[in-house]
């Protein structure tokens, strides 16, 4: 990528190394990127900052639900199958000895499709349309550390570019820079151990199953042939994702309530089961497309307060990752819609309690949209954390089609707010009623 890698020509600069903007974002992956895109078309002066440089790699399922496919079209992006986009109908659930598809639900507010895209190609989409409504990008940018007035305000940031040390001052910084949280964790913002997190590990491999048009979820991983009396039931969920170009992701995802979480070696696990898998599926090591990769899930709002000193937390580094099904893509681009509405907001206000008011609207709106929601979101994991239970309701779930339907909108968060079915108010009264997570 090589637009408005440099500073532009206008910007201020300081000893040859300050650039200013309005709002400085910190990583450029969905939710920098939607943040970028957001803040731009309002005509704020953003600067992303990226540590590498597009397209580059994501340790990532690579599947979308429609959730996501409407926050790609929010964003101006042409998701048709013209464009590149593998589009799927559904989800297919494998688990309890049933396999059942799931057709994603007609909805006023989102579309019935799905899509599948390899995150090189997603991210670089995204981050090309934020540059494309006017925000800079600084590529192989890497952010240090952030740069505090003597109250203790973040003011801006430091960074590194190969051996150059660079600052960048803007009033507002958005940290986008992912499940590790460095830049919260530089500013004492810890992850709340209580809430929940996973760990999912991906491969590629060549397969003939790679033109899907259901997304695939395994409930049950056995170690083992499943009838065999020693098999034993794994701690955790799968997935194939085709990718329509000869290949398949496949992964496993690990909640940190399940006995085995950090206890269990999620490469073996992932090769144990696939093992298991029909040999003409192609998924052994001889097809594998390069290594197996991990990293964190984290879900639940697991670091607060999303809006501190002049930082907003969005998307991976604001926990935002939905506790029911693992997906965070859609919301790191939902929350970086929220942080630049809350920023656009704050910028037209003066500096001081005004400003901080408006920027206070941030957390206050990412409760509104998910806390109650990810608050039953925890109940959930802690629930399907015992494996009697998971086994329980695939057992005694999966056989009921409608009980299912109504599954599948409350796990992927698909339903419309008025004029919904019986289904939609249910949820929509379960959310009313549940206290949101702080
Ligand atoms: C194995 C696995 C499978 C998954 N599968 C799915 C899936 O199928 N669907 C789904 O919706 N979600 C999935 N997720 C979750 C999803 O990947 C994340 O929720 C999503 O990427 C979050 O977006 P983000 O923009 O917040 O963070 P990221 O995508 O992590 O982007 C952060 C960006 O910040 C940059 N950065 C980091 N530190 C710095 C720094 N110091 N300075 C500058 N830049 C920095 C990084 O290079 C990166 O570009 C999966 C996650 C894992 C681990």
Redesign the pocket.
């Known amino acids: 990528m090589t637009a408005s890698t440099e500073p532009r020509e206008d910007a201020p600069v300081e000893d040859g190394r300050v650039h200013d903007a309005q709002v400085i974002v ?7 990127a939607a943040a970028g895109y957001w803040l731009a078309t309002a005509g704020v002066d953003v600067l992303l ?4 440089a597009f397209p ?1 790699e ?7 639900t429609p959730r ?1 496919t409407r926050a790609l079209v929010e964003l101006g992006i042409d998701v048709s199958e013209q464009a590149g986009w593998l589009h799927n109908r559904g989800l297919r659930v494998i688990g309890g000895g049933m396999r059942l598809e799931l057709d994603w639900p007609e909805l006023a507010t989102y579309p019935n499709y799905g899509l599948v895209r390899p ?1 090189s190609d997603l ?1 670089q989409l995204l981050v090309r349309q934020a540059v494309r409504a006017g925000a800079r990008l600084h590529e192989r ?4 550390g952030p740069i505090r007035t003597p109250a203790g305000r973040v003011v801006g940031v430091t ?1 590194k570019s190969g051996d150059q040390e660079l600052t960048y001052r803007a009033p507002i910084v958005l940290a ?5 949280g ?2 919260a964790l530089s500013m004492g913002l810890e992850r709340n151990r209580k809430r929940p997190m996973g760990v ?3 491969r590629y491999y060549r397969s003939p199953r790679h033109n899907d048009d259901y997304l695939e979820s395994w409930l049950e991983l056995w170690d083992g042939d499943p009838a065999a009396d020693d098999a034993k039931l794994l701690p955790g969920y799968g ?1 194939i ?1 085709g990718m329509g170009d000869g290949s398949v992701n496949v ?1 496993l ?1 690990v909640l940190n309530s399940s006995a085995g979480f950090q206890k269990t070696n999620y490469r073996t696990l992932l090769t144990s089961w696939l093992d298991n898998t029909p040999a003409d599926w192609g998924l052994r090591e001889e097809n594998a497309l390069g290594p197996t990769q ?4 984290p879900m639940g709002f697991n670091r607060t307060p999303h809006y501190r000193d002049g930082v907003l937390l ?4 604001g926990g ?2 939905n506790p029911f099904n ?7 681009m939902e929350s970086g819609k929220l942080a630049a509405e809350a920023a656009v907001q704050a910028l037209a206000r003066p500096d001081g309690p005004q400003r901080e008011r408006a920027l206070a609207g941030y957390p206050a709106a990412m409760r509104a949209e998910w806390g109650a929601y990810f608050r039953l979101g925890g109940v959930f994991v802690k629930l399907i954390g015992n494996p009697k239970v998971m086994r329980a309701c695939t057992r005694h779930g999966l056989p009921h089609p409608r009980l299912m339907a109504f599954v599948l909108k409350l796990l992927a968060n698909l339903t419309d707010p008025a004029d919904g079915d019986a289904a939609d108010r249910l949820i929509n009264a379960l959310t009313r009623i549940t206290p949101a997570v702080r």
Do not use: M, N, Q
């Open positions: 910190i990583g450029a992956g969905p939710a920098g900052l990226e540590k590498s580059r994501k340790v990532c399922g690579d599947g979308l996501g995150r991210d940018t890497g952010v240090t960074a986008c820079d992912g499940v590790s460095r830049f999912a590990v991906r997935w994702f992964g995802g991990g990293a964190g899930l969005v998307g991976d580094a935002s990752v693992g997906e965070g893509i859609p919301y790191a």
